[in-house]
Every structure is written in structure tokens, then in C-alpha cells.
């Protein structure tokens, strides 16, 4: 009997090790399946325990500070670029043919644009979520003033006589005009929703300034986005274009000559049920053109073809000579290049009629686009050397510029920008969300309705059992992650579910995410997208 004890004993742990095993694992996958809602992904903790770590030593180990490259400058005689780096709040000085970084200057919170003063020895940064300009020196390379005006400075234009600086702020919607010697704001005008970019004419004559979200409209009415036209002279605001049934115009650019206007648009067909998007009924994406002559049109082109979509159309800028545009898409890692003279032709032998066909055609961007360049993850902003001959890239979800030789339209090198070099999971979510790949023949990217990881302002009618009913607007991603349930009628307890099986069958129209995949893009919702800073808050509650 006394022989038998330990036996009992450690039979009797076995016993209980093995069922808890056995109900543990089958907890687990049920636990698992709720959260994810699916049964066969794998069965890790770390997914949600490890990688949405924030603020703890195990969120310090794993999650790392990029650079993300977005905006660039070059000097007029070509020997400096300068490069914002969003992510770690700071102006890269390069030295692009040598491909090496020159200087790092710290700068503020979600730096957005850098412009150079006339003489070139002032660089101006905006800093989006810190509502100023820094002025930096840069043969100090130190900051020496800073400039405040409205909320989220993002794009820039100086005057040709160096006198002003126009500044477009993206959250209150208006524009800063600066003077240059006392460095005050001499006045604010009124812009379109969310501006972002700005262009002047040649003979500074004019401001072009683009936005990205739709004027308030009619519910079940088509978006209409207005491009801010300012006199510099009089110093107001000379004309309201309006952009019917498009939006996110991120980049606005002007010919050499002043004879055109052009940006990047998308065209949402956010009004019709969501049920054939091989036949582009969710996203088409192109340019808009202004005529700048008496009488001129206002023109929607596309840069998409019949079985492919070229999505997130985000910078463009125009060969010195005026007879090309680069346009960069940021969901599908490319570059094309168009034809202007041929633009133009088409142009003169259109009607009003034809060019309304046009803007819908899936094949008229064969007339034009003359080629596409494949580039890093994620371009962005772009600019050219002063003789044409490269054009500098923006590879922001990379860390690197690419180098295109516009000669041969071929990317000849990259300049490492020295972020980190061991891919997270939060970065790796970041790629998914702003890359194209895993909708039908990548007509848009999770980034298309969620820019900068916020929310479009449109509603969809979206295909299912009520289509035709079915509306839903689209919600911001912002600071979610503690906040479920998720969709429009809290039926989705996890980001799992709302981006997963559902996600595929409702909206991308292919395979689902990977189970890698899939835990990369949730890691980033949950930790890697806070709100802007409430830079208007007073503990004290005072105005």
C-alpha cells in the first residue's frame, strides 16, 4: 500500500494536468474563435497580449520609431535635398549624389512640408500637430524663429519675390499669409475642407490650394471639393473651383508655362450599391486639370486602366520643360508618367460632352500614360532636380529615397535615410493598410477611406442583404482600440472580425488577410494611431 502512494499521487497530477490540457486548449480555441472570428487561426497570446503592448517595458522592446520620409525640396542648384521625416520629427539634409545623409536637424511634432527660402539659406518646416513653421538656418542647421498661424500647417508656397509665405492649415481650414521680414501673420483666408497642398503660377500671380474632403452637401449626394484659387496682390480669395463627384485632391502642381492646373483625385461611387467593383463601382483614380485661359474648363481624366487601378494618387510634379507629369500612387507602389502635349490635344479636340464620357473611361489613360515605374513601399511626395534629368521620391513606408533616371524611367538607386532595420508587427500593419494588393486588381487600399488613418466623411451603400439601404459612413481608426464594438451597428465585438473574413467578402473582393497579415493590421489600429494633439485644451477650462 505504501508502494502505491506515489504512484496515486503522481497518477492522480497526471489526471489533472491532462484535463486541464485538454479544457485549457478548448477554452483557448474558443477564446481564440471569438476574438477572431474564425476557427482556424493559430492559437498565440501574442498577437493580443504582446504586440498591442503600449506603454510598459514590452512595448519599448518590440515597437521602434521609423523615419517615414513624406515631403521634399531641393535646392535650385540641385547639391541639397531636404526631406521631412514624419514619424521621427525630424529634416534630413541629403547630399543626392553622393546618396548620403548630411545632417539631422530635430524639428517639431508630424512635420508635413519643407520650403526654401529664395536665397536658399532658410529652410521653412510646418509642423502639422503642433500648429507652427519652424524657420530653420541652414548653414547653422539650427531652428531661429518659429511662425504660428491656424491649425495643422501642411502645405507651403513662398511668393516669387521671397516676401510672403502662404501657409495651408488642414484642420481649421484656412490659409496663413505670412510676411517674411517680421515674421507675423498679416491675414487668413478661407479655404475649401481639409487643405492640404499649395501651388503658385509662375508669374506668383496666384495660389491654387487644394483639399481632400467634400463641402458640406445634400445627403445621397455625389462629394463636390473645392480648389481655393487666391490673388497674391490683393491678397483674397479670386475664385471657388468646384470638383463634382471627387475628393482627396492631396497634391496640386502648375505648368511651367501657367497654361494648366493639375492635381491628383479620386473618384468614390460612394452613392450606388457596392456590387461590381471589377467594373471600377467603388474607386476610380486620376487628375484634375484647370484650363487657365478665358472660358477654361474644368477637367477629370483618369490614370486607370480596364484591369488595373493605380490607387491613392498623392504627389505630382512636372518636368521643367512642361511636357511631362509624374503622379505617385501610394497604395500600389508606383509612378506614372503622362504625356502633357497629348493632354493638351485631347483637350483642344474634346467637347464638354466627351470629356464628361472621359472621366469616367477605364481606357483613355492609353493616350496619355507613356509609362509606370515600380518604386519602394508607400511613395509619397516627390521632386525634381533642377535640370529634370532625377526625380526623388518620397519611399516612406521604406525609409529611403528612390532615385528615378527620367531618361529611361527606371529606378537607379535608393538613399537610406538609417531608420530601423528590423520590420515590427505594427509597421508591418502599417504596409497592409496603405497597400492596394488585396483588393480586386487593387482598386483602393484600407488608407483610401481611412486617410491619415482618420475617416473619408462619405457614406457608402454598400453591398449585402439591404443593399440599397445598407449605409454606413466611415469610421475613424483613431484611438479604437479599447472602444469595441466595432461597425456601424456594433455588431463586430473584435477589429478581428471587422477586417477579417467579412472584410474580404464585403469589400476587397479577394482572398482574406493572412492570419500575419491580419495580426499585423490589427497591432497597428490598436496602438499605432492616436488622435491629434487637442492643442486648443486649458486645464482651467479658460477660452
Known amino acids: 500500500m505504501i508502494r502505491l502512494k506515489p504512484i496515486l499521487i503522481f497518477g492522480s497530477i497526471g489526471i489533472v494536468l491532462a484535463a486541464g490540457l485538454i479544457f485549457g486548449q478548448r477554452a483557448a480555441r474558443a477564446h481564440v ?3 477572431t472570428a474564425v476557427d482556424d487561426h493559430p492559437i498565440t497570446c501574442w498577437s493580443c497580449h504582446l504586440y498591442t503592448q503600449q506603454d510598459n517595458i514590452l512595448a ?6 521609423y523615419v517615414s520620409p513624406y515631403n521634399l525640396a531641393i535646392s535650385e542648384d540641385g547639391s541639397r535635398l531636404y526631406v521631412v521625416g514624419q514619424e521621427s520629427n525630424q529634416l534630413f539634409v541629403l547630399d543626392p549624389e553622393a546618396g548620403s545623409i548630411v545632417t539631422k536637424i530635430e524639428v517639431g511634432n508630424k512635420p508635413h512640408t519643407v520650403a526654401l527660402s529664395k536665397n536658399g539659406r532658410t529652410a521653412y518646416v510646418s509642423n502639422q500637430w503642433a500648429d507652427n513653421i519652424y524657420l530653420i538656418d541652414l548653414e547653422e542647421s539650427r531652428i531661429t524663429d518659429t511662425l504660428v498661424g491656424g491649425s495643422g500647417p501642411a ?3 513662398i511668393t516669387p519675390d521671397g516676401k510672403q509665405l502662404y501657409c495651408v492649415n488642414s484642420y481649421s481650414n484656412n490659409i496663413s499669409i505670412f510676411d517674411l521680414e517680421t515674421h507675423k501673420e498679416r491675414r487668413r483666408l478661407k479655404a475649401g475642407n481639409n487643405p492640404v497642398s499649395a501651388a503658385i503660377t509662375p508669374d506668383g500671380s496666384e495660389i491654387y490650394v487644394s483639399s481632400r474632403r467634400s463641402i458640406p452637401v445634400d445627403h445621397m449626394t455625389s462629394p ?24 482627396i485632391m492631396e497634391n496640386v502642381e502648375i505648368t511651367p508655362s501657367g497654361d494648366m492646373v493639375l492635381s491628383t483625385l479620386i473618384r468614390p461611387k460612394n ?11 467603388m474607386m ?3 487628375i484634375g486639370i484647370i484650363e487657365r485661359k478665358e472660358n477654361g474648363r474644368i477637367i477629370q481624366l483618369l490614370l486607370d486602366e480596364p484591369n488595373a487601378y493605380y490607387s491613392d494618387p498623392f504627389d505630382i510634379v512636372i518636368s521643367p520643360d512642361g511636357k511631362r507629369a509624374y503622379v505617385s500612387h501610394s497604395a500600389v507602389n508606383m509612378i506614372t508618367v503622362v504625356d502633357l502635349d497629348e493632354i493638351r490635344a485631347l483637350l483642344e479636340e474634346s467637347t464638354d460632352e466627351q470629356l464628361q464620357i472621359y ?10 500614360v507613356i509609362g509606370r515605374i515600380p518604386t519602394g513601399a508607400n511613395p509619397k511626395g516627390m521632386v525634381l532636380s533642377p535640370d529634370g534629368k532625377q526625380l526623388y521620391v518620397a519611399e516612406r513606408l521604406d525609409d529611403q529615397i528612390g532615385v528615378i533616371n527620367t531618361g529611361s524611367l527606371r529606378k537607379e538607386r535608393t538613399i537610406d535615410l538609417e531608420g530601423p532595420k528590423r520590420r515590427t508587427v505594427a509597421r508591418h500593419g502599417r504596409q497592409v493598410l496603405h497597400n492596394a494588393g488585396h483588393t480586386f486588381q487593387n482598386q483602393y487600399a484600407c488608407y483610401t477611406c481611412h486617410p491619415d488613418v482618420h475617416e473619408d466623411g462619405l457614406v457608402y451603400n454598400m453591398a449585402g442583404k439591404d443593399m440599397g439601404r445598407n449605409l454606413a459612413n466611415v469610421q475613424t481608426l483613431r484611438d479604437i482600440g479599447d472602444i469595441p464594438p466595432y461597425k456601424w451597428n456594433g455588431k463586430n465585438q473584435t477589429i478581428y472580425k471587422q477586417d477579417g473574413m467579412r ?16 495580426d499585423a493590421l490589427v497591432t497597428f489600429i490598436e496602438i499605432g494611431n492616436p488622435n491629434p494633439p487637442n492643442l486648443r485644451f486649458n486645464p482651467n477650462g479658460e477660452l
Do not use: C
Open 359 to 368: 472621366a469616367n473611361h477605364l481606357g483613355i489613360s492609353s493616350r496619355y
Open 33 to 35: 474563435n471569438y476574438m
Open 224 to 247: 463636390i471639393t473645392e480648389m481655393t484659387v487666391a490673388g497674391t496682390k490683393q491678397e483674397r480669395i479670386t475664385a471657388r473651383k468646384r470638383w463634382k463627384d471627387a475628393y
Open 503 to 518: 472584410f474580404s467578402t464585403i469589400l476587397t473582393r479577394t482572398e482574406a488577410f493572412s492570419h500575419k497579415e491580419l
Open 155 to 157: 502645405g507651403m508656397v
Open 271 to 281: 452613392l450606388i450599391p457596392a456590387v461590381q467593383i471589377e467594373r471600377g463601382w
Open 60 to 65: 519599448k522592446m518590440q515597437h521602434k520609431t
Open 284 to 286: 476610380t483614380h486620376g
